[in-house]
């Protein structure tokens, strides 16, 4: 990371497992064909989008300090945002979901610093500048909608994946990464496309983190607001592909209240979309999330949330009715009449209260995996974290003492009392045995032989989530991806072509040129016959300094252009549209 990053607090109280996404811009990679990409889309969507955006973006533009002629540089982005309360960094492509939405919990958008193409200039399915800085920035200067941004983090980062999920993270982002590269064979777009779409119709059962990413989609990325009828753009993917926000007012695109039912509707991220979801208020989005939370692992805890954690074979919390933290991965979880009586996890494991990891209980200690009962004692009502200290006498559950316990769901721990745990509240959190035999009828789970048993105490599972309690327990500076995004490759006739858009810019900016325009023009047509955006960028120029003669010269030329490419006959047509304003073209 470097130093034109680390200008805004926010980032520095990034927990390490996110720094570890975070790269340089590397500003002067950005080259004039890609400057002026930028300035197309953004001349394009301030024009268009004025009249069909919600109102807070062009306000976000202004205060987010997003410029039309510059590709925006992060040191002056988050130096702009920390007056807003946020912060941006730059990442490689699309990051783990679960990484993504953490990011936007610490108020922190996360920006993919490549641009698009000049073929993909209308939309690309790989995350882009364009999209982040031009399509999420400006709306987050809302703070009604800021809020609702970071709260889905906050709750969407615990939200618990499948085993499928990953593979359709990986799948999504090398399909992104070939479709955005230059002259990637067919071939493999066809296989990449084959391998999301295998995946995408044999997903199985939603998991947590499949759902909350499609809220994400109907929302942050392509949500219209207002009335079915007459809905505005407030969504990123919208606001930053010129082509789907016209595309997506039309009666083509079905519009939809949006609701909790959201959360059932997958989504092709090569396509355009077939339906939108239209909230009436920034205030609606913050109420299905909190309906949608309310459905989660994190609050609903109990057998389905283990099975769930089970299932996703990742690094996972749950939470006892004590307060305990067991944070591993869940291999196993015994139940009884639809109830857990005793969970596994297996591998590295940490027991944490209050997201911070206790004492002599972390992963080295820890090291092979973690087993307990769940639940209360067998023909006992009260269970034992409610025990008085006489009851707890009562039961022999003292230091020193031999004692079987006898769980419901026929489990027994049998072995000498060493000492307990505690926490605030005087509530026993861990009860520590040696020569400690724990079974469930003939099956052996833990034997004197493996050492010291601790055994957790809690009545119920109240909340089971993604990652563990304390971070700082695991090393989660794990994430190498399968695929890097792909950088161009510049032939002669590439660096030529750089030049000569690097020549228009300094003419626009008033700086001192070595070619003039007519030079410029007379070397795009003999070179680089099939380029029509420097073409439109003199146009502009010519009619700015009224060289008519000229202007009418490259008119002709893009006509030209339009009738032998027509696949970009509306790109210029938009163009010159901002140029020409009224005039036929």
């Not at 590709?71 to 993504?100: C, H, Q, S, T």
């Not at 969407?156 to 593979?167: F, L, N, P, R």
Request: proline share 4%; net charge negative; with cysteine.
């Amino acid at each position: 990371m470097n130093s034109a990053i680390e200008s805004n607090p926010l980032i520095d109280r990034l927990p390490s497992h996110l720094k570890q996404f975070i790269k340089p811009q590397e500003y002067s990679d950005y080259t004039p064909i890609n400057q002026a990409v930028w300035r197309y889309v953004m001349r394009k969507n301030v024009d268009y989008l004025s009249k069909v955006a919600h109102n807070s973006y062009l306000e976000g533009l202004k205060k987010t300090g997003l410029e039309i002629d510059n590709i925006p540089n992060m040191y002056g982005m988050n130096r702009i945002l920390k007056e807003i309360g946020w912060a941006a960094v730059a990442v490689d492509g699309f990051i783990p979901p679960n990484a993504f939405m953490e990011f936007q919990a610490y108020n922190v958008l996360v920006i993919a610093s490549d641009i698009r193409q000049l073929e993909h200039i209308e939309y690309t399915p790989a995350p882009d500048i364009i999209h982040e800085g031009a399509g999420h920035a400006p709306i987050i200067a809302n703070p009604e909608y800021a809020e609702y941004l970071r709260r889905f983090g906050e709750i969407g980062c615990k939200a618990i994946s499948s085993s499928h999920d990953y593979e359709m993270y990986e799948a999504i982002r090398l399909l992104s990464i070939l479709k955005e590269a230059e002259d990637t064979p067919q071939e493999e777009i066809d296989k990449a496309e084959a391998q999301v779409e295998f995946l995408q119709n044999n997903m199985g059962e939603l998991s947590e983190m499949a759902q909350i990413r499609n809220l994400h989609w109907w929302t942050v990325e392509y949500g219209l607001i207002g009335t079915v009828e007459n809905p505005k753009i407030y969504g990123a993917g919208l606001l930053s592909s010129i082509g789907e926000s016209e595309w997506c007012m039309t009666d083509n695109v079905k519009k939809i209240p949006y609701d909790i039912s959201a959360a059932q509707q997958s989504f092709d991220i090569t396509k355009p979309q077939p339906q939108l979801y239209v909230t009436p208020d920034f205030a609606h989005l913050s109420s299905v999330l909190e309906e949608f939370a309310n459905k989660m692992a994190i609050r609903r805890g109990g057998l389905s949330a283990i099975k769930k954690l089970v299932d996703s074979k990742s690094i996972g919390t749950i939470e006892l009715s004590t307060g305990l933290q067991i944070s591993g991965v869940f291999t196993n979880v015994i139940e009884n009449d639809g109830k857990p009586v005793y969970i596994q996890t297996t591998g590295k494991t940490a027991l944490a209260y209050r997201e911070k990891e206790l004492v002599s209980h972390g992963t080295e200690y820890h090291a092979d995996g973690f087993g307990s009962p769940i639940g209360k004692l067998k023909g006992i009502n009260i269970a034992i974290e409610d025990m008085s200290p006489r009851d707890l006498s009562a039961y022999d559950i003292y230091e020193e003492k031999a004692v079987t316990l006898e769980f419901e769901g026929n489990i027994k721990v049998s072995g000498e009392i060493v000492t307990g745990t505690r926490n605030l509240h005087g509530k026993i959190l861990i009860i520590k045995f040696k020569n400690c035999t724990v079974t469930q009828g003939d099956t052996i789970l833990f034997q004197p032989e493996w050492g010291i048993y601790d055994m957790a105490v809690g009545k119920d599972v109240i909340s089971a989530y993604s990652g563990p309690a304390d971070v700082n327990s695991f090393d989660l500076i794990t994430h190498v991806p399968s695929s890097t995004t792909i950088k161009p490759k510049f032939s002669d006739s590439r660096i030529e072509l750089e030049g000569l858009y690097n020549s228009v810019r300094e003419i626009r900016e008033n700086k001192v040129s070595s070619l003039t325009l007519n030079s410029i023009f007379e070397k795009i047509k003999k070179n680089h016959p099939k380029d029509w955006l420097l073409s439109v960028e003199i146009a502009e120029l010519c009619k700015e300094s009224n060289n008519n003669s000229l202007l009418e010269d490259v008119i002709s030329h893009l006509n030209n252009i339009k009738n032998q490419r027509p696949e970009v006959a509306k790109l210029i047509n938009n163009g010159l549209g901002l140029i020409l304003e009224s005039e036929k073209i």
